[in-house]
């Protein structure tokens, strides 16, 4: 069965592209690329080939979904967006050391690759936006003077590239609404455009 003419499993990447966590993450993200791009009037140069790279965790106790991490998943991904003539690839999305995927980020020659630093709000390697061959973003929020300043669930240090907008930003959610969501995810895709 195919979607859209893409096959429904492409190894692990899941090509169900329905968002069923609890905070329409993925919709949430890729309607911040797509906000941009309509604003500026860039359809015509600038695509979106939304890929599902994390797997869906279901909270028993809540009924909820959550994204989960899965480095097989994400390295997956990476070589089906690269392989799909990706010049860009946001990964809204991050893990701790211990986690960390063993894909060879060295396609940096061939795409951009910008990650979450995450939302630990500490400082702290978080991957794969760690990674030397990754731009790491950040999350900044603005003081009631104008000030930027970096939000205090922001993961932060050395490891990291940028900071950017990512407090109380709106974008689509499913069921053909809009919301606002703060964290390095929504950071990230303002960056990756």
């Known amino acids: 069965e195919t979607m859209t003419g893409i096959p429904q499993n492409e190894g692990d990447i ?22 941009l791009i309509h604003k500026l009037g860039l359809e015509d140069y600038i695509k979106i ?7 869906t965790l279901s909270n028993k106790k809540s009924g909820e979904y959550l994204a989960g991490y899965n480095s097989s998943y994400i390295e997956d991904a990476l070589e089906f967006a690269y392989e799909n003539g990706a010049d860009v690839v946001n990964l809204s999305l991050t893990a701790n050391a211990s986690s960390k995927t063993s894909y060879d980020f060295d396609r940096a020659d061939d795409m951009v690759l910008v990650a979450a630093a995450g ?11 760690a990674h030397p061959n990754v731009l790491g973003v950040m999350n900044y929020e603005m003081t009631s003077n104008g000030k930027a300043v970096l939000a205090d669930s922001s993961t932060y240090g050395i490891w990291y590239d940028v900071a950017a907008p990512g407090t109380d930003i709106i974008s689509s959610i499913n069921g053909d609404e809009y919301g606002t969501l703060t964290g390095t995810s929504m950071a990230t895709p303002i960056t990756a455009f």
């Open 49 to 55: 080939l939304p890929i599902k790279a994390n797997t």
């Open 119 to 129: 939302n630990q709000g500490k400082n702290t390697d978080g991957y794969p936006a």
């Open 14 to 35: 899941a090509l169900d592209m329905v968002d069923n966590t609890s905070d329409n993450h993925g919709t949430h993200v890729t309607g911040i690329v797509a906000l």
